[in-house]
């Protein structure tokens, strides 16, 4: 891919918030350091279901890892726009590389918004930015499988000492994580949904693994489960609730970047596409092979599904500050079902590819092959299902519509 083509937009930005705008300058030449490791390695990440060192180590190298804290810690304070154009860059390279920089980017996002004034994650922004930690998420547990608004696992208190052992099913990248972020309840004898979100770094826990990760795709994520054991200090726990971070936050951010991850993969495919049409119509005497009308489907899904994310980004953007307006019914409703529409799009588009490459396409070992990629794309729906979002959404609308006086 040319990364050139990847656009970075301006931002109109207040200048007494000097310290967290960011110098987009030198973005698009670090992004592609990164986008050819990650691309040159792509096939044996997935092939040995490995993690993609090259392609991290190569972010580590280019301080990608840290680009999203502020400058007054240390970072380059890049906004929610360049991470997801990153993540799209990455998605075309190497799906499994764009999912953990999309995972890694959302937390650091929670640290950036709610954790600024707290001195425990201030400290742990400078780390990220200077030692450029890779930072995993825990929130699948137990039986409760994408249910992330209920915790089993409870923090243990004595005094300001705090322990948790937690049985995460799913950790991304957990054995090769600097830290991980997770969620549990409040306190033994609070509810399950009373949860708060925790900072941890390896020092503070042990992972003793208990699931193990063989998978269609999206292998080189080695999103094994584990036992977590940890044992910290309370000010790691950020000093909001976990409601309001997920509402305002978490699934914003991560729903922007996995569907612009889905994108950039959708784009990949796209694109071989495009080449095998080409290459076949020169072979036919300008005669359109049969594929040609499968290719034109894919183009077009792949711009709605762009489309849909600029919308929700624009949307985001323009409401980042308001804590109302993001926990409002409308936004969460929009930001969810976004999820649920990037990723069946970027299904429809990558097997639309696929139909236009024929057997070029369903091979794995040509030029135009989309296999890899159709592997991976089909991990969106079913990553946080698309049913569960849709019944949240749909119980959500219903209870919105009855009036306040007459809910108890």
């Not at 991980?180 to 042990?206: C, E």
């Not at 036919?284 to 040609?292: E, K, L």
Request: hydrophobic share 45%; glycine share 6%; with cysteine.
């Amino acid at each position: 891919m040319n990364v050139q083509q990847v656009i970075f937009r301006d931002q109109i930005v207040d200048e007494t918030a000097a310290p967290f705008v960011a110098d987009r300058s030198s973005f698009p030449q670090r992004l592609a350091a990164v986008v050819s490791a990650a691309a040159a390695d792509a096939e044996d990440v997935d092939r040995a279901a490995r993690f993609p060192r090259k392609a991290i180590d190569a972010a580590r190298t280019e301080r990608l890892l840290g680009v999203q804290v502020p400058k007054v810690f240390g970072g380059d304070g890049a906004s929610i726009f360049d991470i997801t154009d990153m993540c799209y860059a990455l998605g075309r390279a190497c799906s499994s590389t764009a999912m953990i920089f999309a995972m890694h980017q959302t937390k650091v996002a929670c640290l950036v918004r709610h954790g600024t004034g707290s001195a425990y994650h201030e400290a742990l922004m400078r780390r990220v930015a200077s030692e450029q930690m890779l930072l995993a998420s825990s929130t699948t547990e137990g039986q409760n499988g994408g249910n992330i608004r209920f915790s089993s696992a409870a923090v243990e208190r004595a005094g300001t000492e705090i322990s948790l052992v937690r049985n995460a099913t799913v950790i991304s990248y957990g054995a090769q994580a600097d830290g991980i972020v997770t969620i549990a309840r409040r306190a033994n004898d609070a509810a399950g949904s009373d949860q708060v979100l925790l900072a941890i770094t390896k020092d503070d826990y042990t992972l003793e693994r208990s699931v193990e990760w063989e998978t269609l795709g999206m292998r080189g994520t080695c999103s094994a489960g584990f036992e977590l054991k940890f044992k910290g200090s309370s000010e790691q726990i950020f000093p909001e609730g976990y409601d309001k971070i997920h509402a305002q936050t978490m699934t914003p951010v991560a729903h922007l970047c996995w569907s612009s991850a889905w994108a950039g993969i959708a784009a990949a495919a796209v694109e071989r596409a495009q080449a095998f049409i080409r290459k076949a119509a020169r072979g036919a005497g300008g005669h359109m092979p049969p594929g040609a009308a499968h290719f034109n489907a894919a183009k077009m899904t792949l711009a709605k599904l762009r489309a849909i994310i600029t919308a929700n980004l624009d949307a985001y953007a323009a409401h980042e500050h308001d804590e109302r307006a993001l926990s409002s019914l409308d936004f969460q409703s929009s930001i969810n079902l976004l999820k649920v529409e990037a990723s069946e799009l970027a299904v429809e588009t990558v097997m639309s590819a696929m139909r236009a490459c024929g057997l070029a396409g369903y091979r794995n070992d040509g030029d135009f092959s989309v296999g890899r990629l159709l592997r991976d794309v089909l991990s969106s729906p079913i990553m946080i299902n698309n049913d569960r979002i849709l019944s949240n959404i749909a119980s959500a609308s219903l209870m919105s519509a009855v009036p306040a006086s007459l809910r108890d």
